[in-house]
Nanobody, 120 residues
Framework: QVQLVESGGGLVQPGESLRLSCAASGSIFGIYAMGWYRQAPGKQRELVAAINSGGTTTFVDSVKGRFTVSRDNAKNTVYLQMNSLKPEDTAVYYC??????????????WGQGTQVTVSS
């Protein structure tokens, strides 16, 4: 079994920062792409940022220049540093990863989600 556990969400004021973490654990042989999605009320889930095993990153246009994504392969952890937060960043943020298990199967996994609220 593989689990993704997120942490770091919360309530902040506009312009402030938050750092989300997502740690993968379980029967892991290797991790390929890792990323963060978000879903606001009444909206579809969207990809916010992703990082592949080589460190190449991609971002949705609305967060470019404000968010960074990084990973610590030794800790099987991906991070999302969110700066200059705006009310429109309010959403549930989900971690996602493509993981090869020790049984040599590659599956896609989701975390449970963490709430980020940006409000004055």
């Amino acid at each position: 079994q593989v689990q993704l556990v997120e942490s770091g969400g919360g309530l902040v004021q506009p312009g402030e920062s938050l750092r989300l973490s997502c740690a993968a654990s379980g029967s892991i042989f290797g991790i390929y792409a890792m990323g963060w999605y978000r879903q606001a009320p009444g909206k579809q889930r969207e990809l916010v940022a992703a990082i592949n095993s080589g460190g190449t990153t991609t971002f949705v246009d609305s967060v470019k220049g404000r968010f960074t994504v990084s990973r610590d392969n030794a800790k099987n952890t991906v991070y999302l540093q969110m700066n200059s937060l705006k009310p429109e960043d309010t959403a549930v943020y989900y971690c996602n990863a493509d993981i090869k298990t020790r049984s040599m199967r590659v599956n896609n996994y989701w975390g449970q989600g963490t709430q980020v609220t940006v409000s004055s």
